[in-house]
């Protein structure tokens, strides 16, 4: 699935403005773009649904290429936002039946008012994830 295009100058001029702060503060590279993140999104919540064998380093990665995301929907016009979500959903979903809820956030940085997605933790998730979620007491 590909990231919804903006249809107006506004929407243009908003996503632009907000990737190009995103790219800033992420030293992203100039090739990566909004629907290369979503992709991003996609396939690591594929990679979840056949068990996740990564580090916890890798996963908190991942789970800040959807904070990128809300940041993008929150920023665009409302009918952009709207797409976005609308494309974000499905795979919202799956993540959601991918993971189990946990009593904190992964990240011990975070907090409770963290969005939903940093108090998940993978259903099946490899040695090295599944070592550290234990010493946190997040299994």
């Known amino acids: 699935m590909r990231f919804p ?9 908003a996503l632009r403005s907000a990737f ?6 992420w030293h992203f590279a100039r090739s990566l773009g909004p629907s290369k993140i979503l992709q991003h999104w996609q396939k690591f919540v594929q990679e979840l649904e ?4 990564l ?7 991942d789970l800040s290429m959807r904070d990128i ?7 665009v016009p409302s009918r952009l936002g709207r797409e976005i979500e609308a494309a974000l959903r499905p795979w919202d979903d799956r993540f959601r039946r991918a993971t189990e ?4 956030p992964i990240d011990a940085g975070l907090d ?6 940093w108090f998940r ?3 099946h998730a490899g040695p090295d994830l599944e070592g550290y979620l234990r010493a946190e007491g997040l299994l």
């Open 20 to 25: 190009n702060r995103i790219r800033a503060e």
């Open 121 to 123: 933790i993978p259903r």
């Open 5 to 13: 295009k903006p249809q107006t100058k506004a929407e243009i001029d």
């Open 112 to 117: 409770e008012d963290s969005k939903e997605w």
């Open 55 to 61: 580090t916890v380093y890798d996963y908190t990665l």
């Open 69 to 75: 995301l809300e940041e993008i929907k929150e920023a």
């Open 101 to 104: 809820p946990s009593t904190k």
């Open 50 to 53: 056949e068990g996740y064998a």
